[in-house]
C-alpha cells in the first residue's frame, strides 16, 4: 500500500497525533498518580493496543512491567460476540499484582468484560482498565473503565493500532474508515 493508498482509507481525521500524545501525557499522569509507591503491570491486549501502549508506558512515572494477552472474539468482523477465547496467555503469574489492562478501543465491552473477569479470578492485588477509546452508545453490558482516552461516537475507526482487516494501524492518528470501505451493516 502507498502513501496515498493508505491515506485513502480514512473518510476524515477524528483524532490528530498531537491531540492523541496530549491527552496520552494526561493520562500517564494520572495512572502514575494514582499508583505511586506501587508496582505497576500494564496487560495490553493485541494487537490493536500495542500502539497506544509504547506511547502511554513512556508517559508513566512508577516503575511497570509489560505483558500481553491475545483474544479472539467469535462473531463477524466487525461485531464480537461475547464468546472469547483466548489465543495469548500471560507470560507471568499475576497474583499480587497490580494489573492496568491498556485496551484500544472499547465497543460492546463484551471482550473486555470477560477479560476482565477472567484476570480478577487469577487473584491480582487489582484490576483496572485504561482504553483509548470508547463508544459508549455501542455499549452491551456495563464494564468499569477508569481510564479513557476519548469518548468517540459510533463510527468505525482505524489508525494508531486500529485496523480493518489488518489494515491502516500504521496511521498516526485515529480516522474514521471512508464509506467507500465500509461494509453493509455498519
Ligand atoms: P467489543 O467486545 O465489542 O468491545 O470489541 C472490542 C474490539 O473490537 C476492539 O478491541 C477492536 O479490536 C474491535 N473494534 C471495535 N470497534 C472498532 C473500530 O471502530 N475500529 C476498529 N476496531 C474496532
Ligand atoms: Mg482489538
Known amino acids: 500500500m502507498t502513501q496515498r493508498e493508505l491515506q485513502r482509507g480514512v473518510g476524515e481525521v477524528l483524532i490528530d497525533e498531537d491531540r492523541l500524545q496530549s491527552r496520552i501525557r494526561d493520562l ?18 493485541l494487537k490493536g493496543a500495542v500502539f497506544f501502549m509504547a506511547d502511554l508506558m513512556r508517559q508513566i512515572q512508577v516503575p511497570c512491567e509489560i505483558d500481553f494477552m491475545a483474544i479472539s472474539s467469535y462473531g463477524t468482523g466487525t461485531d464480537s460476540s461475547g464468546v472469547v477465547r483466548i489465543l495469548k496467555d500471560l507470560d507471568i503469574n499475576i497474583e499480587g499484582r497490580h494489573v492496568l489492562v491498556v ?12 477479560l476482565v473477569r477472567n484476570l480478577e479470578s487469577r487473584g491480582p492485588a487489582s484490576v483496572e482498565v485504561c482504553a483509548l477509546l470508547t463508544k459508549p452508545e455501542r455499549r452491551e453490558i456495563d464494564v ?5 482516552g476519548f469518548e468517540i461516537p459510533n ?25 467507500d470501505l465500509m461494509p453493509e451493516g455498519l
Open 155 to 179: 463510527k468505525f475507526v482505524i489508525g494508531y493500532g486500529l485496523d480493518f482487516a489488518e489494515r491502516y494501524r500504521n496511521l498516526p492518528f485515529v480516522g474514521v474508515l471512508h464509506d
Open 103 to 114: 485496551e484500544d478501543i472499547i465497543d460492546s465491552g463484551l471482550t473486555l468484560s470477560y
Open 28 to 45: 500517564g499522569a494520572e495512572i502514575s498518580a494514582h499508583y505511586e509507591g506501587r508496582e505497576l503491570l500494564l496487560v495490553g491486549v
Open 144 to 148: 468499569d473503565v477508569r481510564y479513557v
